[in-house]
C-alpha cells in the first residue's frame, strides 16, 4: 500500500479486546524507585499502590512502580536500557478466566498515549517502541481461523481445519515525521485455545489432571510498532511525542486493516 493512503477497515477496532498496550522507550538512564513513582504520579495524578525493586551483582537495579488508574493498572518498569509503560486489565477483568482482556480499545490507546507528557520531558532516548496485544474470542478453531484468512489475506492460506498456528512480519514503512527513515512494523498473527484443568485431591493422594469445561478459541494479534536501532539520537529526540504518535497511528491501522504494506 503506498504511503499516505488509508486502508479500509477490516475489522473494526471495537471487535478486539486488549491485553496489553505498551511505551517502550531505550534509554541508559538508571532511574531510581522514588523517580520512578514521580513519573506515575505526575501522569495520573494519584499515588502509586504497588513498589519493587530488584537488585543484581553489578547491574542498575529494575524499578517497578504501577498502580490502578482508568479502569486497568498502569505500570512502570524500568531494567538495563528500556523504561516501559504498561497499561494491563484492572482485578475484575482479570478474574474473568480464561482471557483477562478489557473492552474499548480505542480508550486503552489513549490511556497510554497520555504517557506523552512524561515522554516529552525525557531526555538521551536512542529508540522508541509501540506495543499492542489484542486478542478476539471466537466461538471454535474453524471460526478464528476463517477470521485470521480476512485479515491476512493473501499473505498465507489457512485451511479451516488447521492447528497452531502462527505467522510474524515486519512490513517496514518510510516515517513521515523522521525523513529518510523506516519503522518497523512487526506484526504476529496466532490462533490461541486453552481449556480447564480439574485436579481432584483424594485419601490417596492427587488424581490425574483432565480437562473440565469447553475449550476458549481466540484470534491472537500482537503489534510491536518500533524505531530502527541505528537510528541517529539526534534525529529521535527532538520529535519523541511526533514519532510515538506515527508508531501509534501505524500500529491501529494493522489491527483495522490487517496484513498490509
Known amino acids: 500500500m503506498p504511503d499516505g493512503s488509508t486502508p479500509a477497515d477490516v475489522v473494526p477496532l471495537s471487535a478486539w479486546q486488549v491485553e496489553q498496550v505498551r511505551?517502550?522507550?531505550?534509554?541508559?538512564?538508571?532511574?531510581?524507585?522514588?523517580?520512578?513513582?514521580?513519573?506515575w504520579q505526575d501522569v495520573t495524578g494519584i499515588a502509586p499502590t504497588g513498589k519493587q525493586e530488584a537488585n543484581a551483582p553489578g547491574q542498575p537495579p529494575i524499578v517497578i512502580v504501577q498502580g490502578e488508574w482508568s479502569e486497568g493498572i498502569l505500570t512502570i518498569q524500568r531494567q538495563p536500557g528500556r523504561i516501559d509503560w504498561f497499561f494491563t486489565p484492572g482485578p475484575s477483568a482479570a478474574a474473568k478466566a480464561p482471557f483477562a482482556l478489557m473492552p474499548q480499545p480505542s480508550k486503552r490507546v489513549e490511556?497510554?498515549?497520555?504517557v506523552g507528557s512524561w515522554l516529552?520531558?525525557?531526555k538521551a532516548v536512542s529508540r522508541l517502541a509501540f506495543g499492542l496485544v489484542l486478542m478476539q474470542p471466537m466461538t471454535?478453531?474453524?471460526?478464528?481461523?476463517?477470521?485470521?484468512?480476512v485479515l491476512l489475506k493473501d499473505s498465507v492460506v489457512l485451511d479451516p481445519e488447521s492447528r497452531d498456528f502462527i505467522y510474524q512480519i515486519n512490513r517496514p514503512r518510510n516515517s513521515?515525521?523522521?525523513p529518510g527513515q523506516k519503522i518497523n512494523r512487526i506484526s504476529k498473527w496466532m490462533v490461541v485455545a486453552v481449556?480447564?484443568?480439574q485436579i481432584a485431591l483424594t485419601p490417596t493422594g492427587v488424581a490425574p489432571m483432565h480437562m473440565a469445561g469447553p475449550e476458549h478459541v481466540a484470534c491472537r494479534l500482537e503489534i510491536d510498532v518500533n524505531t530502527p536501532a541505528d537510528l541517529p539520537e539526534s534525529a529521535l529526540q527532538p520529535n519523541l511525542t511526533q514519532v510515538f504518535t506515527e508508531l501509534i497511528e501505524m500500529g491501529l491501522e494493522i489491527q483495522k486493516a490487517g496484513d498490509v504494506s
Open 23 to 39: 511505551l517502550t522507550a531505550f534509554s541508559q538512564e538508571v532511574v531510581p524507585l522514588a523517580k520512578a513513582a514521580e513519573w
Open 111 to 114: 490511556t497510554i498515549h497520555k
Open 120 to 122: 516529552k520531558k525525557q
Open 140 to 149: 471454535d478453531q474453524t471460526s478464528a481461523n476463517k477470521r485470521l484468512q
Open 176 to 178: 513521515q515525521v523522521l
Open 195 to 197: 481449556r480447564m484443568m
